[in-house]
């Protein structure tokens, strides 16, 4: 191993959790090399290269089919065999190509792709991508160490998604990471990946890193988990439909939680719960422009609007039981119809005749049956849900109206504020979502 620099080892470290972007190229590797030789503290997780594990998923329901898979296994290596060649590095991923193809030759047999299996397969791309990243921190001069979640993370059986057994977790990450970081290791982790109750390798589901880094963070007591992407923080408004819009310097967590859940794609409230849960800040950081102050989010909230957002495809199903609706145990009855589906509602709009809720489009005709069986059903499809988050929104009185001025030249819908009262959503045509949404961001921001 290269002799290390010496890194200013804090008893909190940091926490830097690299998605697929930052991970896609030669180019974003040695500039995540350079963000973690910064000099702190700091433990890295990552993801895989962007677009591996849509790839690694493919080849595993080719191999059940007898389908071509060499060649999706071939596309791989040859991608990471690029990247590694423009780094300059030499990475010994021949036992974890070997591995794979083995996985993948067994899937053929058994003609079918379980769901351990497809875990499985699909983690191998954190495996490799954290190997190529501590041979790159080597090169730089830094000692650093692949360390595969699979020691680390503990979960249940529920492959696709586990659930964490914190307990086993937490003892195992301080017992392997700390004693690396005292004698000066960058541990790069895999995000992503666990080990199940059977000894599996398992996934936390699509977009998991980010819920690894937090439960290192967590388990680490970390100062801060640094989530780096490929923008500058979260913004008042999408920024790839409006250019005045603005990074947010700060958010509180729920603030955030309420952005993720009506569209903002940039933090998904699961994934942060064991920092919240013990009050690490996050910060989100643009790896490409590594400058940018981002957006850090803690416990602290700030009386003010945030941000417009929202959320395409959705259906309004509206449920209609004359004279029943009142009756006692109707709405449990409907909610239960939502819930044996697995269907999130988003807005719910309850009048003395109907209940009015918000699901995803293809969410919809799941449950019509169901629900017809006791009462009418219509649904509305197309429709956008939008939101205005931001805490104290409902002790400011002109916000309403300012927003019904904003608006008023639009259908608008299924009027609620959320139990939060840190948003107010309303439903409009698809169609018109983006010009309403403008409107909204222009009067609050402009
Ligand atoms: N590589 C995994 C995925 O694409 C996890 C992640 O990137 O967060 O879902
Ligand atoms: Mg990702």
Redesign the pocket.
């Known amino acids: 191993m290269a002799e290390g620099k010496e890194t200013n080892m804090g008893l909190r470290p940091v926490v830097a959790k690299f998605?697929?972007t930052s991970m896609g190229s030669a180019k974003a590797i040695s500039q995540v090399a350079d963000i973690l030789g910064g000099g702190q503290a700091v433990v890295a997780v990552v993801?895989?290269t962007s677009g591996?594990?849509?790839k690694l998923i493919l080849l595993g329901e080719t191999a059940a089919v007898s389908g071509n898979w060499q060649e999706i296994l071939n596309g791989l290596i040859e991608k990471h065999a690029a990247i590694t060649t423009e780094l300059g590095v030499q990475v010994n991923l021949k036992n974890l190509w070997k591995e794979l193809k083995e996985s993948c030759e067994q899937v053929q047999k058994k003609g079918e792709l379980e769901t351990y299996m497809k875990d499985r397969i699909s983690g191998f791309?954190?495996r490799i991508s954290s190997n190529i990243l501590v041979e790159v921190l080597k090169k730089n001069g830094f000692k650093a160490v692949a360390v595969d979640a699979y020691e680390l993370i503990f979960t249940d059986n529920n492959f696709g998604e586990g659930n964490v057994d914190f307990e086993k977790t937490n003892k195992a990450i301080a017992e392997k990471l700390l004693p690396m970081m005292k004698s000066g290791v960058i541990p790069v982790v895999t995000?992503?990946i666990a080990q199940s109750e059977m000894g599996e390798y398992i996934t936390l589901g699509?977009?998991?890193?980010?819920y690894s880094g937090a439960i290192v963070a967590g388990a680490l007591g970390s100062s801060e988990l640094q989530i780096w992407t490929d923008v500058d923080g979260i913004f008042n408004f999408d920024p790839r439909n409006e250019p005045r819009a603005k990074v947010l310097p700060k958010l509180s967590f729920k603030e955030a939680a309420e952005l993720a859940f009506f569209g903002a794609k940039v933090l998904h409230p699961k994934t942060i719960k064991p920092a919240i849960a013990k009050n690490i800040p996050v910060k989100i950081l643009n790896t490409f422009n590594p400058s940018a102050p981002g957006t850090l989010v803690t416990n602290e909230e700030e009386e003010s609007i945030k941000s417009v957002t929202y959320k395409k495809g959705i259906s309004i199903v509206n449920i209609c039981s004359a004279g029943m609706l009142t009756a006692p145990g109707f709405m449990s009855k409907l909610f239960q119809v939502f819930a044996r589906a697995h269907i999130d509602v988003d807005v719910v709009a309850t009048s003395e005749v109907s209940v009015s809720v918000t699901v995803d489009n293809g969410e919809a005709d799941k449950i019509v049956e169901q629900l017809s069986k006791f009462s009418t059903v219509r649904v509305e499809k197309g429709m956008a849900i939008v939101c205005l988050v931001g805490a104290g929104i409902i002790h400011d009185k002109l916000a309403l109206k300012d927003l019904f001025t904003a608006v008023e030249e639009h259908d608008v819908s299924m009027v609620s504020q959320g139990s939060s009262k840190r948003n107010i959503t309303f439903l409009v045509k698809e169609s018109e979502v983006q010009e309403v949404a403008k409107k909204v961001f222009n009067k609050f921001f402009i």
């Open positions: 998605g697929g993801s895989a591996t594990t849509d791309g954190e995000g992503f699509r977009g998991g890193s980010d």
